[in-house]
């Protein structure tokens, strides 16, 4: 397996850092957290999503405790898992499973009525709003690589602030990306899900247009002409 050798380095608060050294399929794991890169204008050649050292290390601390709830290796390791087979996509489903069932039931229906049966939570209920709202788009979708994305950049953020390991970290952002890479046929079709993903997430706390702009903007700039994506083949071997 040829290796592509970066010969960065970085010097920071006295001591000598040098970049990872990454095979192509790990870079190409690594390009699914895109539009994540791009928001926090993040390395796309290492593992580590920034330089490492202490102020880095301290902001990465930071965003998992206030964004995530996590303090510690062992709750990064039980949101991986909950992410993986609990996560947004299964928010989804129930929602699409909900309206399919009152549909089926009754035809014609109410937003409150739905409400009121399933003693929806005010997320919840934000979410149902946004579904009925953009049902042509949501009524058969998939946003389970939403999750696995956010994984993948979970892993790098546990690598930096030292949770884990480098091998630990490049295992499980490989692993997530054989599950997804199956999923489908281009990075357009990937990034559009997890698009619409990060969308869904935000309709959670009342933010869904704001994302959507922001997200469109980033997206399109991923599969653009000059796009970090666009020079990346999709089908490579991850074996």
């Known amino acids: 397996m040829n290796k592509i050798i970066f010969g960065l380095v970085f ?15 790990q870079l190409w794991a690594i390009a699914l957290t895109g539009i994540m890169t791009e928001r926090n204008k993040s390395n796309y050649d290492t593992l580590n999503s920034s330089p490492m050292d202490e102020r880095n290390k301290n902001i990465w601390l930071e965003t998992l405790r206030r964004d995530w709830g996590i303090n510690n290796r062992d ?11 609990d996560g947004h996509a ?31 939570n005010s997320r919840q ?15 058969n979708r998939d946003i389970l690589v939403w999750d696995l994305g956010r994984n993948i ?21 490989m692993y997530y990306a054989k599950l997804i890479q ?13 698009y619409m993903g990060r969308v869904f997430w935000a309709s959670g706390f009342g933010e869904d ?31």
């Open 11 to 25: 010097i920071s608060l006295g001591n000598l850092i040098t970049a990872a050294e990454l095979t192509k399929e």
């Open 75 to 85: 709750e990064l390791l039980e949101t991986l898992d909950k992410m993986e087979h």
């Open 90 to 120: 299964s928010s989804l489903k129930f929602i699409q499973k909900i309206i399919m069932e009152t549909i089926e039931e009754k035809g014609n229906f109410s937003i409150i009525t739905i409400y009121n049966k399933y003693q929806l």
């Open 125 to 139: 209920y934000n979410y149902l709003k946004f579904t009925i709202l953009n049902w042509n788009i949501f009524n």
């Open 153 to 173: 950049a979970l892993c790098r953020w546990g690598y930096d602030v030292g949770f884990l390991t480098e091998e630990e970290a490049l295992e499980k952002i």
């Open 182 to 194: 199956p999923l489908y046929n281009s990075w357009e079709e990937y990034g559009y899900d997890y």
């Open 209 to 239: 247009v704001a994302y959507l702009l922001e997200t469109y903007q980033i997206y399109q700039k991923l599969i653009g002409e000059n796009g970090y994506w666009r020079n990346l083949e999709w089908n490579i071997d991850l074996k």
